[in-house]
């Protein structure tokens, strides 16, 4: 799976838009981006994923580069709530292990 | 999508003792996974556990340290064997559907060891 880069940490008003980005240079062509988010003391929860185009959920946006090399996740909405660690995996949903390969991820801090 | 349960959900645990934790998922899922994460840190993958056979496991994680088994397609459990404070940390179980492609994950069971 391809490596991923995210920024340790951010800020962001509450009720204001969260843009958390990812760079993923080296991902491939079967590769997708998937999001997940870890609130304290609970385990990660799925948020996003997408191959090329863009996606929307009840939970986020996510805006993919034309060359895909990178990516943003969007909460348009952020509220306390929303504070958490975010991360970015790149991987091939049916590869042989299935496995997810977690990175630093960014710790977002929502404030009122 | 599915829920994952473990217990216990925490433990205190003296040293040279064994721990096994437990995750039922609440539908068949074709696969099962083991994370640790350590005080701070992101998630690191220990195996995959697979059904009626042994786990796959990862680089730096052995079986005698950390047995798995999953006896069938909703039930797998995790043992920490002789532990040490160095063991200390949260456990989480995973799991993925045959249908979907995201993961799934259990609440964790946080260890300490004294």
């Known amino acids: 799976d391809a490596k991923t880069t995210q920024p340790t940490s951010m800020d962001c008003a509450e009720g204001r838009a969260a843009n958390l980005p990812c760079n993923h240079s080296?991902?491939?062509?079967?590769?997708?981006v998937y999001w997940y988010r870890q609130i304290h003391s609970q385990g990660p929860q799925y948020i996003i994923h997408?191959?090329?185009n863009n996606e929307t959920n009840e939970m986020a946006s996510l805006i993919i580069t034309e060359d895909r090399k990178s990516s943003t996740l969007i909460l348009p909405h952020a509220t306390l709530r929303d504070t958490a660690v975010y991360y970015c995996?790149?991987?091939?949903?049916?590869?042989?292990?299935?496995?997810?390969?977690f990175g630093g991820g960014t710790r977002l801090m929502v404030k009122p | 999508s599915a829920v994952i349960s473990q217990k216990p959900s925490r433990d205190i645990c003296q040293r040279g003792t064994s721990l096994t934790i437990q995750c039922q998922v609440d539908?068949?899922?074709?696969?099962m996974f083991w994370y640790r994460q350590q005080p701070g840190q992101s998630l690191t993958l220990i195996a995959t556990?697979?059904?009626?056979?042994?786990?796959?496991?990862e680089s730096g994680f052995v079986i005698d340290k950390f047995p798995i088994s999953r006896p069938n397609l909703t039930f797998s459990t995790l043992t920490v064997s002789n532990m040490s404070p160095e063991d200390s940390s949260i456990y989480l179980c995973?799991?993925?559907?045959?249908?979907?492609?995201?993961?799934?994950f259990g609440q964790g069971t946080r260890l300490t060891v004294v």
């Open positions: 995996i790149v991987r091939v949903p049916y590869n042989a292990g299935n496995m997810l390969t």
């Open positions: 080296t991902i491939s062509g079967n590769e997708y």
């Open positions: 997408g191959l090329k």
């Open positions: 539908s068949q899922v074709t696969m």
């Open positions: 556990a697979n059904q009626g056979s042994e786990a796959t496991y």
């Open positions: 995973s799991g993925r559907g045959q249908t979907n492609t995201e993961a799934f």
